[in-house]
């Protein structure tokens, strides 16, 4: 199975930038997704395609990377964007990261 | 609009069979895969399985000896079927709409396995 990896957590103040990183364990080429998860939802689709923003959210939010290495950047941050980030990968089977908790100081 | 809704039972017993119903609207099962992604309590999702729209399925190979998955078009629901329940099979189950990734998730159900 293809691991991704992430980073437990990070905190920021409202107005900064941030990047929020994944690394797979080999190649998923441009196959990465992220999501959004507040407490008690369902996560919410943000980027497909490692770098396509997804209708309706707000273009502080982008992808890119390919490979192995991939980030999700938000900017800039505001307070409603506290909530867990996890990537996905789609090119070898399905399997999602761990996530990072976002926390805004 | 694209709907998905679970239901199901909140309790299972030890080494019992789960069974779940996905109900969507706004789309047609034969245009769309479902999947089924389970999220225990504080952790990652976790792939279970696939629904193709050419009704053929996939299956995370940690599950496929105890996981089915079946449709009804005619209904639209799609089916989840997974035997040998264990208390780490506990947390949320989700369907979601299949394009690769999820684009459309469901609220969740919540499944305890206890005795």
């Known amino acids: 199975d293809t691991v991704l990896t992430q980073s437990p957590a990070l905190a920021v103040s409202p107005g900064e930038r941030v990047t929020i990183s994944c690394r797979a364990s080999e190649s998923v080429s441009t196959g990465m997704h992220w999501y959004q998860q507040k407490p008690g939802q369902q996560p919410k689709l943000l980027i497909y395609?490692?770098?396509n923003l997804e209708s309706g959210v707000p273009a502080r939010f982008s992808g890119s990377g390919s490979g192995t290495d991939f980030t999700l950047t938000i900017d800039p941050v505001e307070a409603d964007d506290t909530a867990t980030y996890f990537c996905?990968?789609?090119?070898?089977?399905?399997?999602f990261g761990s996530g990072t908790k976002l926390e805004i100081k | 609009q694209v709907q998905l809704k679970e239901s199901g039972p909140g309790l299972v017993q030890p080494s019992e069979t789960l069974s779940l119903t996905c109900t969507v609207s706004?789309?047609?099962?034969?245009?769309?895969?479902v999947s089924w992604v389970r999220q225990p309590s504080g952790k990652g999702p976790e792939w279970m399985g696939r629904?193709?729209?050419?009704?053929?399925?996939a299956y995370n190979s940690a599950l496929k000896s105890r996981l089915s998955i079946s449709r009804d078009t005619s209904k639209n629901q799609v089916f989840l079927k997974m035997n040998s329940l264990q208390t780490d099979d506990t947390g949320t189950y989700y369907c979601?709409?299949?394009?690769?990734?999820?684009?459309?998730w469901g609220q969740g159900v919540m499944v305890t396995v206890s005795s």
């Open positions: 629904m193709w729209y050419d009704g053929d399925t």
């Open positions: 979601t709409r299949d394009d690769d990734y999820f684009d459309y």
């Open positions: 996905q990968q789609s090119w070898n089977d399905l399997t």
């Open positions: 706004g789309f047609s099962l034969t245009s769309y895969s």
């Open positions: 395609g490692a770098s």
